[in-house]
């Protein structure tokens, strides 16, 4: 391919880009100098801010800043929240029996995350669970049914519903997409590889695919209609995860915007049982 020829290619491809992401809504365009193209790739992973990429999740999974939502969990979990004010994030690996991740690599066809390692192990279990820390929340305004729900399935029965308002200049609050039965990948995703690989013979990148990946559920989950809170664990960087014997986990301060960029207050607790916390908290009976 001689200069003029891939200068045509180029422009091409960046059209077919633009009119891709304008036939699924999404208003962003991006040039030729947003992407880097190489004989094999299409990317912008070392664009400054990914226009390409951020411009696909600010369409998918909008950043939540604000939001007042509901925490379902135990008595015990209750009450260790309210007394040491400490909110914990758990790591991924806590849910790697409910498919999480794997279900947008199959998805997706990220085969290099789904391949074993020497031992067996899908690669995903090492590179992508053990430095991701999670909690998972619900819309405050929720119907009946749904309600009842969320206490038989996450809150025991002795559980307890919390309410917290949650602030987040972390951009990874997000609510979770949730993929179709026959686990198809995001249409716009499809379409944007189908094209760059059909017409172009490239692979395409998505920036921060790693991370996505925890934002992303089958349909089975859908009724939960859940909101994730993510933070990215690194070495030297932020609070150090701590270990209940059993997971790892990161503890945020409520009342304040902790290093995570996440700001937790707990507003309520709901239950029926008497719970053995400081005063100060409004307590609201479950069937007042």
Known sequence: MNSIERIQMTQ????????????????????????????KVVSDLVIDD?????ALIRHLWPSIREDTVYH?????????????KEFRFYCLTKRHTEN??????????????????????????????????????TSSNIKPAEEKYFWSTFAHS???????????????????????????????????????????????????ISRLCAFYLSSGYAKENERR??????????????SDGTHEYIELPLGVM????????????????SLNIPSGYPVVKRNA
Request: glycine share 6%; hydrophobic share 40%.
């Open 12 to 39: 091409a491809l960046v059209a077919d880009i633009n009119s891709i992401l304008n036939r699924h809504g999404i208003k962003s365009a991006v040039s030729l100098q947003d992407l880097i193209i190489t004989d």
């Open 258 to 273: 902790s290093e995570t960029g996440y700001h937790l207050d707990l507003l309520e607790l709901q239950s029926d049982e």
């Open 100 to 137: 999480e991740v794997e279900a947008f690599c199959t998805a997706h066809g990220l085969k290099g995350y789904l391949e074993l390692d020497a031992s067996g192990v899908p690669k995903y279990k090492s590179l992508i669970l053990p430095n991701t820390f999670y909690a998972s929340f």
């Open 229 to 242: 809170a993510l933070y990215r664990s690194w070495p030297g960087y932020g609070p150090n995860p701590k």
């Open 158 to 208: 002795d559980g307890v519903r919390l309410k917290i308002k949650m602030r987040a200049s972390n951009p990874n609050y997000r609510s979770l997409v949730y993929g179709d039965a026959t686990a198809k990948p995001i249409p716009v995703l499809a379409e944007l590889d189908q094209k760059i690989l059909g017409t172009y013979q490239r692979h395409f990148i998505l920036k921060g």
């Open 72 to 84: 379902y969990t135990s008595k015990a979990a209750a009450e260790s929240i309210a007394t040491s």
């Open 50 to 54: 990914a226009p390409l990429s951020e």
